[in-house]
């Protein structure tokens, strides 16, 4: 049993780093084409103080684009939004997609979308272009539902990968934001594709990480009170954006509610002519913003000016429903933040300016923490991203306070929020008899630790088939007594899938 488990890790471990091959290259045309894309339309706003009918064009040019989109989006309405609440409605058993047609209307309609400069990422879209990508692999090598998910998974993972060069974060954002899953064989596979998409994007990108702020400095221990109070103004600040990104959606179909919802993003292809002829450099999803935050001398009202722009064009651009992901935004708002509280501390005398970078990188972590309820996924993106293992312990006590502070005021993370407002579309979510399986893991108080199998009441159509404990499967019978730390593998069906689920969120 043992020997065969091990052959099981290793063929998922080599389909991983085949997939993450794949998803590398994927993901590398469509980061590539939406660098050069909006740096195109720079050019092109930039063109137009010179030659002022080029407005004429950019305009027809994005309502155009606007209905091109739309358009494809109306095909395959999951290919609109960042793309993440699909995936983790995919994993959870509440969605079914077909995966080659969403690819292909993803990869187009994203690169359309965030090349032209709205404030949008890309890592959403990279990550459910990863994870179809996996789904494609797994349904045509894989006859076990269970083991498509686990493909699913480690194509997501090599998504982000790929469009972040952050491996190890990749692999730890699918485990504890989407697929909230930290089985062996799910983290072994995401880990390997995450490796080997990391791979190919670094040889088309370079060595050098995507928010490289050069050498910072070691914050001083006797002011680290600062950062507390700076992951209470990121916390308070998050918890706003989480209940105003949610909202957006009502907005516009209450000031658009005749034209169909695939087209709203006309709305904001328009709006956002004017920041790119008075901003070009404000466009995009703000990976080129936060590298400059560090070497350009900002005042207090021009980072506020800024920061107020982005927040409003990223709840309008994404509020659209355009295909294009919040990560990018919320780490260059969460960097403005930063940045303002420490120019606010350096005008009190509280601080010198040589401690600024530091206060840009615990903003990004802090900011993303408490939106995506997801801190140790923050600090590992953040510490891989920079490019510095030197701010762990500061990442760590901002993020934890930001995180604290959201959650005492009942802020969900900003992805299942997501995934429950999404209107699942019923005829891709019919069930069927296939099994499906469901890891548990048991912690310490657990109401499963220290049970025997016989004293557990599972609900209807579920059985406890098999116990990862460490290395070892073991074949439960009722006298099996479950220990904290094991993995409980539970055999059930789709329709009993959703009735475990309530189950376990009951005991837990």
């Known amino acids: 049993m043992q020997r065969r488990l091990q052959i099981i890790h290793l063929q998922f471990i080599l389909k991983g780093l085949l997939i993450g091959c794949i998803v590398g290259i994927v993901i590398s045309a469509f980061r590539w084409s939406i660098e050069h894309l909006l740096q195109i339309w720079q050019t092109i706003y930039q063109t137009s103080h ?9 305009i027809l040019i994005n ?16 290919i609109m939004g960042s793309g993440i609440p699909e995936v983790e409605g995919q994993l959870n058993h509440q969605l079914q997609l077909a995966w080659w047609p969403l690819l292909w209307r993803k990869f187009v309609a994203g690169i359309l979308a965030i090349g032209s400069g709205l404030v949008l990422g890309r890592e959403g879209p990279s990550i459910q272009l990863g994870a179809a990508i996996g789904q494609g692999w797994g349904e045509k090598s894989e006859t076990n539902p269970a083991n498509q998910k686990v493909l699913l998974a480690a194509g997501a993972a090599a998504g982000l990968a790929a469009a972040f060069n952050a491996p190890l974060a990749s692999t730890f954002f699918v485990l504890e934001e989407i697929y909230h899953n930290f ?27 995507v928010l490289h702020l050069g050498k910072v400095p070691n914050f001083p221990l006797q002011q680290y009170w600062q950062l507390i109070i700076l992951g209470i103004i990121i916390g308070l600040c998050g918890y706003l954006y989480q209940k105003i990104l949610l909202a957006m959606p009502s907005y516009y179909h209450r ?23 008075y901003c070009p450099q404000l466009l995009g999803g703000g990976n080129s913003l936060i590298i400059q935050l560090s070497s350009i001398k900002w005042s207090l009202g021009a ?27 919320i780490l260059s708002l969460g960097a403005l933040l930063g940045l303002l509280v420490s ?24 900011y993303f923490a408490c939106i995506g309820k997801a801190p140790f996924t923050a600090i590992l993106l953040i510490t891989e991203m920079v490019g510095s293992l030197n701010h762990l312990m500061p990442l760590a006590l901002t993020s934890l306070s930001a ?33 499906q399986f469901f890891t548990l893991p048991v912690f310490n108080n657990s109401p499963w630790a220290n049970q025997q199998v016989r004293a557990l009441q599972w609900p209807p159509h579920t059985l406890l088939i098999k116990i990862e404990r460490g290395e070892h499967l073991l074949i439960p019978n009722g006298d099996t007594i479950i220990q904290a730390g094991d993995n409980l593998i539970v055999s059930t069906n789709q329709q009993g899938y959703q009735q475990l689920q309530t189950y376990v969120k009951e005991k837990l």
């Not at 034209?259 to 956002?272: E, N, S, T, V, W």
């Not at 350096?346 to 802090?366: D, E, Q, R, V, Y």
């Open 50 to 58: 010179q030659q002022p009918l080029i407005l004429g064009g950019i």
């Open 63 to 78: 309502l155009l684009l606007g209905l091109i989109i739309g358009g494809l989006c109306r095909q395959q309405p999951h």
């Open 183 to 209: 089985s062996p064989l799910i983290w072994m596979s995401a880990l390997a594709s995450s490796l080997s998409a990391d791979f190919i994007s670094m040889n088309i990108f370079g060595l050098t990480p």
């Open 255 to 277: 000031f658009l509610g005749r034209i169909p919802r695939y087209f709203h993003g006309c709305l904001a292809l328009i709006l956002i002519i004017p920041l790119g002829y």
């Open 303 to 329: 980072i506020f000016g800024v920061l107020i722009l982005r927040f409003v064009f990223s709840m309008i651009d994404y509020g659209s429903g355009l295909p294009g992901g919040i990560f990018l935004p």
């Open 343 to 366: 120019q606010l501390l350096i005008s009190w005398h509280w601080l010198t300016p040589l401690f600024c970078s530091n206060f840009i990188i615990l903003g990004m972590a802090s």
């Open 403 to 435: 995180y604290v502070v959201v959650d005492l005021l009942g802020g969900a993370p900003i992805y299942d929020s997501l995934l429950a407002k999404m209107e699942l579309d019923h005829t891709l979510t019919t069930f069927s008899d296939n099994n």
